[in-house]
């Protein structure tokens, strides 16, 4: 599929069809990681609608999302998101389970939850129960008993900044010396933002809506600029009822 526009038209995208268009490449960062964006669009630039980014999205766009899920490591998340998205545990799937054990992944990606002030609930499914252990991320400064909150809750927390801030470089690195090298983030546009201006997303998987809704919504990255802007390369687009489902790589 790189380098490539195709239609719907040709028939419906296989799971196993979409897997290979959007497998991570072997080519990766000096952590030996490979970070991607998944993200959702409106054609006036708004990345949810009323806080929330379904009703922008579509079916078939839920397929990707799913499938990027599924040839994930670790799906990394901000706090903020989690909390209006009501985020769960990943979950297994039959589907994937094949490709996922030849590439010596577990049955599913585990979480990893960005925040600050670690306000969080920790009685939720998302750290209580998963089916792999979720992370969490944080700065140095991090409230302790947000620390202990989490740990007793069975999440591991992974300092990756000197102050109450993470450090996007240092996230990456920690968790590729965890072996999880195949990152997927969801967002939200603050995150986004913040990965976009330390330079390590490596790909962002856009989905572009056919729709308009005006207002004020947050763009899909809302955050901290660059002195400079980064150019990406276009590596495929789908087309499905108007939505478009572009790749763009790091050049």
Known sequence: MTDETRSAAEGEWGL?????AYAYPKERGPAGAWLR?????TLDGAAQHEGRSQPISSDTDMR????????????IVGAETVRLEGYRPARAREAFAERR????????????????????DFSLPLFTSPLVPTL????????????????????EVLIVGDGAVVEPPRAVEALAERGLTRLLTEGGPRLLAQFIAAGVLDELC??????????????????????????????????????????????
């Open 206 to 251: 856009l989905t572009v809506s056919p729709m308009l809704t005006a207002g004020n919504a947050q763009r899909i990255a809302d955050g901290p600029g660059v002195a400079v802007p980064e150019r990406f390369a276009l590596a495929s687009v789908l087309e499905e009822a108007g939505f478009l489902f572009t790749q763009y790589r790091r050049i």
């Open 101 to 120: 054990a030849a590439a010596g992944q577990g049955p599913a990606p585990a979480i990893a939850v960005v925040s600050a002030s670690l306000n969080l």
């Open 136 to 155: 969490v991320l944080t700065g140095a400064t991090a409230p302790l008993d947000g620390i202990r909150a989490a740990r007793e809750a069975g999440a």
């Open 37 to 41: 964006a998944n993200m959702v669009s």
């Open 64 to 75: 990707i999302f799913g499938t990027l899920r599924a040839l994930a490591d670790v799906v």
């Open 16 to 20: 196993d069809e979409l897997a290979d």
